[in-house]
């Protein structure tokens, strides 16, 4: 099996290193975002990080994956 994103050798999961950071990132981040935001849906929290400057390459392609597997909720993005 190779990473969904970049076809590295995975480390955890169906993602390599960069990858699994770039995620748990995500997530964490969301959490934060609820906090500041009060209610962000999470297509919308991952298209306003694609289009941030500042999100880094590997978070816009982890982004980018989970919105094409339909924006899955929060509660599922572990079992990627």
Excluded: F
């Excluded at 770039?22 to 929290?45: E, F, H, M, P, Q």
């Excluded at 982890?62 to 924006?71: D, E, F, N, S």
Aim: net charge negative; hydrophobic share 35%; proline share 1%.
């Amino acid at each position: 099996m190779r990473c969904l994103i970049c076809g590295r050798e995975p480390d955890h999961g169906d993602l390599c290193t960069i990858h699994k950071i770039a995620k748990d990132k995500i997530v964490d981040s969301y959490r934060l975002w609820r906090i500041a935001y009060g209610s962000i849906d999470y297509k919308t929290y991952l298209k306003n990080l694609i289009q941030l400057s500042e999100t880094g390459s590997a978070v816009v392609e982890v982004a980018k994956m989970l919105l094409q597997r339909g924006g899955e909720d929060i509660e599922n993005i572990d079992n990627l």
